[in-house]
């Protein structure tokens, strides 16, 4: 993985947020943590320069993929 | 101001950027602070002897381990007081100590995270002994403060939320309480050194100001 220059061993969390509750939410961007407690302080530190009023991590090897651009739906 | 020298100096990146914030949210805390004081009757620090600040931050810290165990445990040490603070009696600070709190709460997960990667070795045991000076002696200011509802712990309270926060207990050494200054809380001498005072004081930029 190319995010082991500090920790040995690191996992991706996307970022999501929104800024009232009738909005969705929506990503915003992603950290590199090796655990949830560093990911949930370093998107906060780096993403919350806006008054979002719901901020969300999920790590990525949680999500499950159905389908890419590019990818038949079919 | 600790906080921020870090910020081009952490292990990565992300470390960068949580160090910058820490210290953004600590300036707020801090004046909200004094704004606070001043509101209940405390006059303004007029010089530097004013600053009232923990050992640890009177040198800028020279290694990762010591900013992991000041955040960690120091700053984890604050949090408390200004938990007790919050949930005390005085209205002021009741109404204004909350979102501080959330903030806090952020930079405990940063410093428990780090403590475990981070193999912070002697900065650990000397944060919590100035966490235990800092917090007091038993039976002073702060046992008192408690018994009149300001403070919605006591110094035992305090030591013990500490040590179930961190995960590690206060080093066995005894503090030399016959030596403990009760305002700057600390039983060592000093100060911060000169050249975090001129930043602080605004006097480091005049050297940027155009010779009138």
């Given at each position: 993985?190319a995010?082991?220059r500090?920790?040995?061993?690191v996992?991706?969390?996307?970022v999501?947020?929104?800024?009232a509750?009738?909005?969705?939410?929506?990503?915003?961007?992603?950290v590199?943590?090796?655990?949830?407690d560093?990911a949930?302080?370093?998107a906060?530190?780096?993403?919350d320069?806006?008054?979002?009023?719901?901020?969300?991590?999920v790590p990525?090897?949680a999500?499950?993929?159905?389908?890419?651009p590019?990818?038949?739906?079919? | 101001m600790?906080?921020?020298e870090w910020c081009i100096?952490?292990?990565s990146l992300?470390?960068?950027?949580?160090?910058?914030a820490?210290?953004l949210?600590d300036?707020g805390?801090?004046?909200?602070l004094?704004?606070?004081?001043?509101?209940l009757?405390?006059?303004?620090?007029?010089?530097?002897?004013?600053?009232?600040n923990v050992?640890?931050?009177?040198?800028?810290?020279?290694?990762w381990?010591?900013?992991?165990?000041?955040?960690?445990v120091?700053?984890?040490?604050?949090?408390?007081m200004?938990?007790?603070?919050?949930?005390?009696n005085?209205?002021?600070?009741?109404?204004?100590?909350k979102?501080?709190l959330?903030?806090?709460?952020?930079?405990f997960?940063?410093?428990?995270?780090?403590m475990?990667?981070?193999?912070?070795?002697d900065?650990?045991?000397?944060a919590?002994r100035?966490?235990?000076?800092?917090?007091?002696?038993?039976?002073?200011?702060?046992?008192?403060?408690?018994?009149?509802?300001?403070?919605?712990?006591g110094?035992r309270?305090l030591?013990?939320?500490?040590?179930?926060?961190?995960?590690t207990?206060?080093p066995?050494?005894?503090i030399d309480?016959?030596?403990?200054?009760?305002?700057?809380?600390r039983?060592?001498?000093?100060?911060?050194?000169?050249?975090?005072?001129?930043?602080?004081?605004g006097?480091?930029?005049?050297?940027y100001?155009?010779?009138?």
């Amino acid at each position: 993985m190319a995010y082991s220059r500090v920790h040995a061993h690191v996992r991706e969390y996307d970022v999501f947020a929104r800024k009232a509750r009738v909005e969705p939410l929506r990503q915003v961007g992603s950290v590199v943590a090796p655990d949830d407690d560093l990911a949930m302080a370093y998107a906060r530190a780096t993403y919350d320069e806006e008054r979002w009023v719901e901020m969300m991590i999920v790590p990525r090897d949680a999500v499950i993929r159905l389908w890419a651009p590019g990818d038949s739906e079919t | 101001m600790r906080y921020a020298e870090w910020c081009i100096a952490a292990p990565s990146l992300e470390a960068d950027i949580a160090a910058a914030a820490m210290g953004l949210d600590d300036i707020g805390h801090s004046r909200v602070l004094y704004g606070s004081l001043r509101e209940l009757g405390t006059p303004d620090g007029t010089d530097e002897s004013g600053y009232a600040n923990v050992p640890y931050l009177d040198k800028p810290w020279t290694d990762w381990a010591q900013f992991v165990a000041a955040n960690a445990v120091l700053d984890s040490a604050f949090t408390l007081m200004i938990e007790a603070l919050a949930n005390g009696n005085v209205e002021v600070l009741r109404s204004r100590l909350k979102k501080m709190l959330q903030e806090e709460r952020y930079h405990f997960l940063h410093g428990r995270s780090w403590m475990r990667e981070a193999k912070a070795g002697d900065a650990i045991p000397r944060a919590w002994r100035e966490s235990v000076a800092w917090i007091g002696p038993e039976g002073d200011d702060v046992d008192e403060l408690r018994r009149a509802g300001q403070l919605a712990y006591g110094v035992r309270d305090l030591r013990r939320l500490l040590a179930e926060r961190v995960g590690t207990t206060a080093p066995p050494d005894e503090i030399d309480w016959t030596k403990w200054d009760r305002v700057r809380r600390r039983t060592e001498p000093g100060g911060i050194d000169r050249e975090t005072l001129d930043m602080l004081q605004g006097l480091a930029e005049k050297r940027y100001m155009p010779s009138a």
